[in-house]
């Protein structure tokens, strides 16, 4: 192989190679366009059932699951009634008992054939890969059906005096050849093959939707339970250096710590009181960090530059509580300079349905035990990701030795 061909060969497996790509790209696009979907579509059937619980107005009673089918198939059933009764519709004066008849067989079987199919025959052989015996079950359904139909026929065309017997002993043999052909079984197993590729896609779909129903619920469980693990994680971890800040105090200006102590015991009322819902509103969460603001003051010296910025467009927004104290909280810890000025800047805007976190403090970083550094950090992350995920930014950056951390978050509106 010369050395263009070698060259042809190798874009033509690269150009295979990105058609191939493409095209996983696009169904996996469409994967999740329709699981975004799907989400969707549960949240607001979850929002019209709490809506429907809290509606009093109306008495409910208990009904069976089948009831819906039934209506459903009632429907279907009376429908056909509309053309055959309205004197003004054209089939109307084509229409008698008989020819109703041999209407409705047709449907009924259809439809029983179809319910055998959806309740029986799909779940219980085809999505068990029984395919032979899914097979011969249609086969006598079809078998069924079409001596349905010629018995009909029969009792349409049977003279008074022919009886049950002359169905088997000589219509089957003689008389059924005159109406009979090879299009009626065809299109009986044209009908039956749709019936049947029709059950196929709803019990598979039915399927899917409730397993990803089971399997939202159980990661809403799971999240539930790791939320409550989270926080209950995050207030020991913030008492725990509250403490050692106040223990630090108790020699140096034992009224200083005193008052440290009152001041810690009221914000841990407010924590322990306004922290039990899943959400807070942004005011509530913001007066908990300005409480703590003024706790961390009063162990530091005169000289520390905080400033605690907040603009609330509207305060009554709901946010995760305590979702910005990790951060309000490293900035405070690592600030402090023993030998020059120390500073923190916080500033926490919320407009529209944004919430932005910024603090710049200076940067002198307290040195600590591999094992035990990071926990409040690594909670706020794990917080982040599950209650916001894919709906906030988090970066942390130092310049001219000023540590910057920024949060924005999404609220749900």
């Known amino acids: 192989m010369t050395k263009d061909e070698k060259n042809v060969s190798v874009q033509a497996e690269k150009c295979g190679e990105s058609v191939l790509e493409s095209i996983k790209r696009f169904f996996r696009n469409q994967r999740n366009w329709l699981a975004e979907l799907q989400e969707a579509q549960f949240d607001r059937g979850e929002r019209e059932l709490v809506a429907l619980l809290k509606d009093e107005s109306i008495k409910y009673y208990p009904v069976p699951t089948y009831a819906v089918a039934f209506l459903a198939w009632l429907f279907v059933l ?15 004066n084509d229409f008698d008992i008989w020819n109703m008849i041999g209407y409705y067989v047709p449907l009924l079987a259809t439809m029983i054939i179809f319910f055998v199919n959806l309740r029986l025959l799909v779940p219980k052989f085809f999505f068990r890969k029984k395919y032979f015996s899914y097979f011969v079950c249609n086969s006598v359904l079809l078998a069924i059906s079409l001596t349905c139909r010629e018995f009909v026929v029969f009792l349409m065309l049977r003279n008074p005096n022919e009886s049950l017997v002359d169905f088997f002993a000589t219509y089957c043999f003689r008389n059924v050849r005159e109406h009979f052909s090879i299009w009626t079984p065809i299109t009986f197993f044209i009908i039956l093959a ?10 598979f779909v ?21 939320l409550t693990f989270l926080k209950q994680q995050l207030s020991p971890h913030f008492l725990f250096n509250t403490l050692n800040n106040i223990t630090s105090l108790i020699r140096l200006d034992p009224d200083l710590a005193e008052k440290s102590m009152t001041e810690l015991s009221q914000l841990l009322r407010m924590m322990l009181y306004q922290t039990a819902d899943q959400y807070i509103s942004v005011k509530e969460d913001v007066e908990i960090l300005g409480k703590y603001a003024d706790l961390e003051k ?22 995760v509580p305590l979702v910005m104290m990790p951060l309000m909280e490293n900035a405070m810890k690592h600030c402090v300079n023993p030998d020059g000025k120390s ?11 944004e919430l932005y976190f910024r603090a710049e403090n200076s ?34 950056k130092i310049e001219d030795g000023v540590y910057i951390s920024e949060l924005k978050v999404k609220l749900e509106k």
């Open 298 to 319: 009063l162990r530091l010296d005169e000289n520390f530059d905080l400033k605690f910025d907040v603009r609330l467009e509207n305060p009554q927004t709901k946010v």
């Open 343 to 353: 500073f923190a800047h916080i500033l926490i805007e919320q407009k529209n349905d």
């Open 206 to 226: 039915w399927r899917s939707l409730i397993r990803e129903f089971i399997l939202r619920e159980k990661r809403r469980t799971e999240m539930a339970y790791e």
């Open 78 to 92: 009376l429908f056909p009634l509309i053309l055959i009764l309205d004197p003004t519709a054209p089939l109307s």
């Open 194 to 203: 749709l019936g049947c590729l029709i059950c196929i896609a709803i019990v």
């Open 363 to 396: 940067n002198f970083p307290r040195k600590s035990k591999s094992n035990s550094s990071g926990l409040g950090l690594a909670t706020f992350r794990k917080r982040l990701e599950l209650m916001y995920k894919d709906r906030y930014t988090y970066t942390t």
